[in-house]
C-alpha cells in the first residue's frame, strides 16, 4: 500500500473506499442480490431508477452496475455479476473515464442541456468498444422539460444496447410517465451500527487508532450516509492524528458534552429555573456554541423520547434517573418547541441570550399533560396529592430571566380545571 505521508495527493477515504463490487456495498444487500441475480439469469433492463437519501451509494451501485454490464474479465462474453475489477472496462468505469459509460449530474446547470443532447445524440450510436452504453444521470429530477422528453422517447424505445440508470433523492420529482418504465430501487440511509462497524473495519485497515465510542459518534453525525461519515472521519484524522477518541472527535464535531445535556434535560423536565441557568453560565464559560447546543439538545430529546417509549438505547449515562416518570407526549412537547427555537435562535445577533430565554420560555409553556392527568385523578379518587414535580426553584440571584411562581401556578390550576371532564 502505499505510504500516504509522502505522498502529497492525499486520496479521500470516501474515494480509496469506494465499493468495486456488489459484496462490498454496505447496507444494501437486498439491492445487490437483486441485481445479481438479474445479472446471472440475463433478466436485465433498459432503465432503472435508483432512489433514496443521499450518500448511501446510488451512484456507486450505478458504477458497479455498468461494470458487471461491460466486464470483459469472464472468459464467456457476457455481463456478470461479479465484475473483475481488473479489465480495461471495470478500470476505467472506477475511474468515470469509460468512453462508453457516460455519467451526468442532471443538478449541474452547465450539463443539464448536454443530457439532452446526449441521449439525443448518442443514444442511436452503437456502443464504441463496449458491451453496452450504459448512461447514468445523477440526480435526474432536476432534468429540463425537453430532456425528460427526450428520456422518455429513449426509453419507451430503447435500442437493445443501451441501458439508462437514473438515481435522485426526490423520486415524487420524476414524472410518473419515467418512473412507471424503470426498475425501481429504493436505497435506505444507513444506520448508525452499520457505519460504526464499517468505520471500524476500515481504521483497522489504514493503522489508525479509532475508539468504538468516537466511531459512534461520527456515524451518528453521518446522518445516514456512508459518504458524510468518511469525510467525517478524514477531517478526524487530520484534527487529531492517528489517535482519536470520544473527545476528541466530540471537540472537532463542537458537540455539547452528555454531562451538559444531561444537566439541561434534567432541568427542563424538574422545571428548575436555577439549574437551566447554571447550564447557560457553563455554556458561556466554556465558549459552546449555543446553536449547536440546542441542536444536541433537540437531538437528545430525540432520543429520550423513544428511550422512553423503550425503543432506543439510552442517550446518555444517567438517562434512566433524569427520565423517570416523565411522559414521551412531554418529551415531544419540549422537542417540538426546541425545533422551533433553533430556527429563532439561528437569526438572532446574541444567540446565547436567545437560546436562554427561549428555553426559559419552553420550559414555561411545556406541561406534562399525562403527568398531570394522573395526578388529576389520584385527587378525584380523594387520595393525597402524589409529590409534585418540583416547580421553579425562586428566581436566581442575577438579572436572568426568573421564574414566575405565581403565574405558572395560576396556569396549572386552570390546566387542572380545563381537563376536568
Ligand atoms: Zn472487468
Same mark, same amino acid.
Given at each position: 500500500?502505499? $505510504? ?5 495527493? %492525499?486520496?479521500?477515504?470516501? !474515494? *480509496? %473506499? ?5 459484496? @462490498? ?8 442480490? +437483486? ?19 443521499? &450518500? ?10 455498468? *461494470? ?6 469472464? +472468459?464467456? !462474453? ?6 473483475? =475489477? ?42 464504441? #468498444? ?53 426498475? +425501481? ?37 453521518? &446522518?445516514?450516509?456512508? #459518504? ?13 492524528? =492517528?489517535?482519536? @477518541? ?11 458534552? $452528555? ?6 434535560? =434534567? ?21 459552546? $456554541? ?21 425503543? &432506543?438505547?439510552? /442517550?446518555?449515562?444517567?438517562?434512566? @434517573? ?13 422537542? #417540538? ?30 406541561? $406534562? ?12 379518587? &380523594?387520595?393525597?396529592? /402524589? /409529590? ?12 436572568? /430571566? ?20
Amino acid at each position: 500500500m502505499e $505510504d500516504k505521508t509522502t505522498n502529497f495527493t %492525499y486520496i479521500s477515504l470516501a !474515494n *480509496k %473506499y469506494r465499493p468495486q463490487k456488489f459484496e @462490498d456495498m454496505v447496507g444494501q444487500e437486498s439491492i445487490s442480490k +437483486t441485481l445479481q441475480n438479474a445479472l446471472k439469469s440475463g433478466r436485465l433492463a433498459h432503465a432503472y431508477l435508483f432512489y433514496g437519501p443521499r &450518500g448511501c451509494g446510488k451512484t456507486t451501485t450505478a458504477r458497479i452496475l455498468a *461494470k458487471a454490464l461491460n466486464c470483459t474479465g469472464h +472468459t464467456d !462474453n457476457k455481463p456478470t455479476a461479479e465484475p473483475c =475489477g481488473k479489465c480495461p472496462q471495470c478500470l476505467e468505469i472506477a475511474q468515470s473515464a469509460d468512453l462508453d459509460v457516460l455519467e451526468l449530474d442532471a443538478a449541474s446547470n452547465t450539463q443539464v442541456e448536454k443530457v439532452r443532447e446526449a441521449i439525443i445524440d448518442t443514444v442511436a450510436l452503437a456502443a464504441s #468498444r463496449d458491451r453496452f452504453k450504459v448512461f447514468i444521470l445523477d440526480e435526474v429530477h432536476m432534468l429540463s422539460a425537453s430532456s425528460f422528453n427526450a428520456l422518455l422517447k429513449t426509453i419507451e424505445e430503447p435500442p437493445a444496447h443501451v441501458v439508462f440508470i437514473l438515481a435522485t433523492t426526490e423520486k415524487h420529482k420524476v414524472p410518473a410517465t419515467i418512473v412507471s418504465r424503470c426498475q +425501481t430501487f429504493r436505497f435506505r440511509p444507513l444506520t448508525t451500527e452499520e457505519i460504526t462497524t464499517h468505520l471500524l473495519d476500515l481504521s483497522g485497515a489504514e493503522n489508525i487508532d479509532l475508539t468504538p465510542a468516537a466511531a459512534k459518534i461520527i456515524a451518528k453525525n453521518a &446522518g445516514g450516509a456512508m #459518504r458524510d461519515a468518511l469525510t467525517l472521519l478524514d477531517r478526524a484524522i487530520a484534527f487529531c492524528g =492517528g489517535k482519536i @477518541d470520544e473527545k476528541t472527535v466530540a471537540d472537532m464535531l463542537g458537540l455539547t458534552p $452528555d454531562e451538559l445535556l444531561k444537566q439541561a434535560l =434534567g432541568a427542563l423536565v424538574q422545571k428548575d429555573n436555577q439549574a437551566l441557568h447554571q447550564v447557560f453560565q457553563t455554556i458561556q464559560a466554556e465558549g459552546f $456554541d449555543a446553536n449547536s447546543f440546542l441542536k444536541d439538545l433537540k437531538n437528545t430529546l430525540g432520543e429520550s423520547f423513544y428511550f422512553v417509549l423503550g425503543q &432506543g438505547d439510552a /442517550p446518555f449515562a444517567g438517562a434512566k @434517573d433524569v427520565l423517570d416518570g416523565v411522559s414521551p407526549g412531554f418529551l415531544a412537547q419540549l422537542s #417540538r418547541k426546541i425545533n422551533k427555537l433553533c430556527e429563532e435562535v439561528k437569526f438572532s445577533d446574541n444567540a446565547l441570550i436567545s437560546a436562554e430565554v427561549g428555553l426559559f420560555t419552553v420550559m414555561d409553556s411545556c406541561l $406534562d399533560i399525562s403527568g398531570l392527568i394522573s395526578r388529576l385523578e389520584a385527587l378525584e379518587r &380523594g387520595e393525597s396529592l /402524589p /409529590p409534585a414535580t418540583p416547580r421553579a426553584r425562586g428566581p436566581v440571584s442575577t438579572d436572568k /430571566p426568573a421564574s414566575r411562581p405565581a403565574e405558572t401556578t395560576a396556569r396549572k390550576k386552570q390546566t387542572l380545571r380545563h381537563l376536568r371532564p
